[in-house]
T-cell receptor, first 111, second 116 residues
Framework: TQLLEQSPQFLSIQEGENLTVYCNSS?????LQWYRQEPGEGPVLLVT?????EVKKLKRLTFQFGDARKDSSLHITAAQPGDTGLYLC???????????FGKGTLLTVNP | DAMVIQNPRYQVTQFGKPVTLSCSQT?????MYWYQQKSSQAPKLLFH???????NEADTPDNFQSRRPNTSFCFLDIRSPGLGDAAMYLC???????????????FGDGTRLSIL
């Protein structure tokens, strides 16, 4: 069974600070997806990383896929209260039909 | 503009009283999933359909059933809800299985189920 370890589980920071969320596994994934879920809503896809070493940027968010495709990180620069939510990483390739989800990082950005 | 729609957004039922949650999609995706999510944890897959083929996760209680009468609609039936079934229930779709590569899932906004 493939597992994705996500850290930290909880993060509370002040507006303007930078942060990094990690998603690690001992297994290889063919791709990795990052979702953000705001309170009371469903998860929304932010990005999919496919190639080892790939870096994708989405405004203040930078996503990186490890060279060996076993880990990924999400870096947020100058966090804003609107970034508050549950960040989930999910890997493809561990199963032939379903995603393997990390346990999530609950981010709170205080004004 | 909504592509995966869940109804109702909030459902309150009594202990042991059957309840049905619904999901519809306008994406014409082959796969539909039902997840259970508790208090800011990761979604837990209950079951999924590929077209009309139904697949149950091994640890999904027998209390949970599902129906997919056509491509667009999928239902989650909880036959005798217990207090432990109070949760957010999320429906999601994808064009194909995760194993096919680069298959993002599109989630609805969920139904929050409360048990009295």
């Amino acid at each position: 069974t493939q597992l994705l370890e996500q850290s930290p589980q909880f993060l509370s920071i002040q507006e303007g600070e930078n942060l990094t969320v990690y998603c690690n596994s001992s297994s290889v994934f063919s791709s990795l997806q990052w979702y953000r879920q705001e309170p009371g809503e469903g998860p929304v896809l932010l990005v999919t990383v496919v190639t080892g070493g790939e870096v994708k940027k989405l405004k203040r968010l930078t996503f990186q896929f490890g060279d060996a495709r076993k880990d990924s990180s999400l870096h947020i620069t100058a966090a804003q209260p609107g970034d508050t939510g549950l960040y989930l990483c999910a890997g493809e390739g561990g199963s032939n039909y379903k995603l393997t989800f990390g346990k999530g990082t609950l981010l709170t950005v205080n004004p | 503009d909504a592509m995966v729609i869940q109804n109702p957004r909030y459902q309150v039922t009594q202990f042991g009283k059957p309840v049905t949650l619904s999901c519809s999609q306008t994406l014409n995706h082959n796969v539909m999933y039902w997840y259970q999510q508790k208090s800011s944890q990761a979604p837990k897959l209950l079951f999924h359909y590929y077209d009309k083929d139904f697949n149950n996760e091994a640890d999904t209680p027998d209390n949970f059933q599902s129906r997919r009468p056509n491509t667009s609609f999928c239902f989650l039936d909880i036959r005798s809800p217990g207090l432990g079934d109070a949760a957010m229930y999320l429906c999601a779709t994808s064009r194909d299985f995760a194993g096919q590569g680069n298959q993002p899932q599109h989630f609805g906004d969920g139904t929050r189920l409360s048990i009295l």
